[in-house]
């Protein structure tokens, strides 16, 4: 019996020697003088900021989140040494990819069969979905990049990040700061429906959670009163409002006319845009069920209705939309059978993925910008529309909810509406006359994106992170 017992004992001992060996190294709450002179003669940076390793946490397209991309630039740019894990599906920002001190690091994207957009499968495949993540994530966290000072980790999505970043951040002695984009259990209601019991415990896990991070960033003021009263969060919160990178900018109009006919989507209507016969709307959306595109195409074909009736005196419309996404296919099918049944006589839809500096050219060469984000929270607020007004293009947009004042000023830099029937008016009353109340929101829309993404990230970001 005491030979059992033995046996055990050393087994058990064995066993936990092997576990605590495996766990992932800790964040060093100091740097040894000879290391930070190494480091230091190494970056050529002060040595403050030698001690400010980030890892930023994107469980989606690096590519496709540029929030999170300037959050890197930032640090990279004030000496910090940044990591940026995320699946690596699109090219990257041109500032990013080139920086000595930024590292990519790529998930292993869940295998096809589990990604489904079917309600009814999704209760079936999530969990598999899930599982995956958690590994990859638990070994590309713990094992495959070295232990920081912060993790930043952007959310949505919730599930699992949250979870496995807290567990991280506990045993590599790492702070955990959380991005709040939206709220994860918003979206996933728009799929399942809000009384779905996985949407409950999703809106549970994320406010449980949440009490974790050792500070929060926010997009929006009406987002941070969500955290302070409803889930109760007592660590700081931070509103870091979007702000528009340096590269977006309005085009002179010499410009303007290049871009024009450089780009291939633009280049056959040269001749109208230039003399004003035709104007150029532009979108940017990730096709996703947080956006009614239908709205928008039904606005069109009114317009193109009353362009060829009632008001002859409007002008022809050049549509891009930009993006990628999972209802892609549905709207192209949608736009095809409005073209083939004439009903966008006086409009021409095109769609694109454009590299970062065409798209910035795009959009200060458009007229108008339009946002059909609907807010799933009612507190989060499109990032498209800030880099609009960094081009200085005014923005029309769906305003039925509570942030959409925090950006868009009625009337001075932007219209909103509320249903499709509000969309025609507006854009009757933008196009239908001299062009004076589009120059108006013009300018409102140059005063609005003067404030840039550098100076908002180093009053807040860069305060937090010890690096400004």
Known sequence: MLEIILTCAVFGSTLLTVLLLLLPSRYPLS???????????????????????????VLGDIGRSPRMQYHA?????????????????????????SNPLVSIKAISVPPRPLQTSSRLLFPLLAPLKVLWQVWSLWLILGYRTKPARWLLVQNPPSIPTLAVAQLICCLRKTQLIIDWHNFGYSILALKLGSSHPLVKVSAWYESTLSHAAT????????MARVLRQDYQVKSPILPLHDRPAAYFQPLRPEQRLSFLRRLPLTAPYVDELDKGRMRLLVSSTSWTQDEDFLLLLDALVRYSDLATSSHPHLPELLVIITGKGPQKNYYLSQIAELDSTDKLEMVTIETAWLSTEDYASLLGAADLGVSLHLSSSGVDLPMKVVDM????LPVVGWSQYEAWPELVKEGVNGRGFRSREELVTVLVELFGDDGGDLQALKEGALREGGRRWDVEWDSVAGRLLGLC
């Open 215 to 222: 500070a929060h960033f926010t997009v929006t003021n009406a």
């Open 73 to 97: 630039i930032s640090i990279a740019k004030h000496g910090g040494e940044v990591t940026v894990i995320g699946y690596q599906e699109s090219g990257l920002h041109p500032d990013l990819a």
């Open 389 to 392: 007004f960094g081009a200085g």
């Open 31 to 57: 740097i040894p003088n000879d290391k930070r002179e190494d480091l230091t003669e190494q970056h050529g940076k002060d040595k403050g900021n030698l001690s400010g390793r980030v890892q930023i946490l």
